[in-house]
């Protein structure tokens, strides 16, 4: 039943924007990271990201890593400055220690902005982060 299944929480699992200048483009630009803060690998880690509001929504993007190692980061995607504007989901799912683990991490409409930025788990750059 229901009550039997169980949901391990995610913990140590984060999903930041940051942003850095891009050399290929001369210009500011914001990245979104995946961070792994926990003393575990994770394992198989799917992501599906889509942007979105009452009336307009993006494309769903779907990425794959094989592995983020402890005390780690990758980055995502990039992210464009018309979708900040917009909800920014990440559907997070991994293996850690034989169980799959799922998290939804959301960036509420313009919450990525320069006044949001803070010091970041693992990553040596300041951002916006969404536990």
């Not at 780690?72 to 991994?94: G, M, R």
């Not at 169980?99 to 320069?114: A, C, D, G, L, T």
Request: proline fraction near 3%.
């Amino acid at each position: 039943m229901k009550k039997d299944i169980e949901i391990p929480k995610v913990e140590g699992v984060y999903v930041a924007a940051v942003k850095e200048f891009n050399k290929d483009f001369g210009a500011e630009e914001w990245n979104a990271y995946l961070i792994n803060d926990s003393e575990t690998a994770l394992e198989t880690v799917l992501i599906v990201t889509r942007g979105y509001d009452g009336r307009k929504q993006t494309s769903t993007m779907r990425h794959k890593l094989e592995k983020l190692p402890v005390s780690s980061f990758a980055k995502i995607e990039f992210l464009q400055e018309d979708v900040l504007a917009l909800n920014n989901e990440f559907w997070i799912t991994f293996f850690r220690d034989g169980k799959m683990f799922e998290k939804k991490f959301v960036f509420r409409k313009n919450s990525i902005n320069e006044k949001a930025v803070q010091d970041l788990p693992v990553i040596p750059k300041k951002g916006v982060l969404v536990k």
